[in-house]
Nanobody, 124 residues
Framework: VQLQASGGGFVQPGGSLRLSCEVS????????LGWFRQVTGKEREFVAA????????SYAEFVKGRFSISRDDAKNSVYLQMNSLGPDDTAEYFC??????????????????WGQGTQVTVSS
């Protein structure tokens, strides 16, 4: 199973970006999916997760109301819509897939596969 994240880039404060993560090697319908982020020198942190069915989502407190996670099983992909971005959102963003997750996974150890990361930089 391989995950390919894309959509990162440079954006001004208040702007938006949509991250995509395409999964190959296996259908994602049996996987819980998530997004994490990491700033150099700091630990990776949970951002958002979505259940296998797509009926349940979970968000870190610092992105609630601004970010939205979604999945499209037909395209074997997961997305992260990010709005009202601020400098504190600058990080490398990683998508992840986990087959053992019963609902939504908010801990990185729950995930089996990780993408390579896509950099998001928010600056004026």
């Amino acid at each position: 199973v391989q995950l390919q994240a894309s959509g990162g880039g440079f954006v001004q404060p208040g702007g938006s970006l949509r991250l995509s993560c395409e999964v190959s090697g296996r259908a994602i319908s049996t996987y819980g999916l998530g997004w994490f982020r990491q700033v150099t020198g700091k630990e990776r942190e949970f951002v958002a997760a979505i259940s296998r069915t797509g009926m349940t989502t979970s968000y870190a407190e610092f992105v609630k109301g601004r970010f939205s996670i979604s999945r499209d099983d037909a395209k074997n992909s997961v997305y992260l819509q990010m709005n009202s971005l601020g400098p504190d959102d600058t990080a490398e963003y990683f998508c992840a897939a986990g087959q053992r997750i019963g609902g939504v996974g908010i801990e990185d150890h729950e995930y089996d596969y990780w993408g390579q990361g896509t950099q998001v930089t928010v600056s004026s």
